[in-house]
């Protein structure tokens, strides 16, 4: 059983950058693929990034490419998401999530949910 624990999240101006990390217990955190994935109000949860378990891949949203980055760090059982250039519509709630898949962009692809951290982004 894996407990996920999102936090970074904040209120930022357009334009701004945020990091958010997702801490992992309780599995073998090297041995997952990781997601984000995000939730606007009224709106449903959309994939965001994945890494793969490897390290070696990672996927993106088309709006996020550019501006965001996703990175792991397995010694630290740590995934982070580095979000540079903040626009309105980044504002959610974000979420992390880990799957048993070598990599994921299907929120059914993973089975354990963070409580997920707000990102608003002003105008």
């Known amino acids: 059983q894996v407990q996920l624990a999102e936090s970074g999240g904040g209120l930022v101006q357009a334009g701004g950058s945020l990091r958010l990390s997702c801490a992992a217990s309780?599995?073998?955190?090297?041995?997952?693929?990781m997601g984000w994935f995000r939730q606007a109000p009224g709106k449903e949860r959309e994939f965001v990034a994945a890494?793969?378990?490897?390290?070696?891949?990672?996927y993106y949203k088309d709006s996020v490419k550019g501006r965001f980055t996703v990175s792991r760090d397995n010694a630290k059982n740590t995934v982070y998401l580095q979000m540079n250039s903040l626009k309105p519509e980044d504002t959610a709630v974000y979420y992390c999530?880990?799957?048993?898949?070598?990599?994921?962009?299907?929120?059914?692809?993973?089975?354990?949910w963070g409580q997920g951290t707000q990102v608003s982004v002003s105008s």
């Open positions: 890494i793969s378990w490897s390290v070696a891949n990672t």
């Open positions: 999530a880990a799957g048993v898949v070598w990599i994921g962009i299907q929120s059914y692809e993973y089975g354990y």
């Open positions: 309780g599995g073998t955190f090297s041995s997952y693929a």
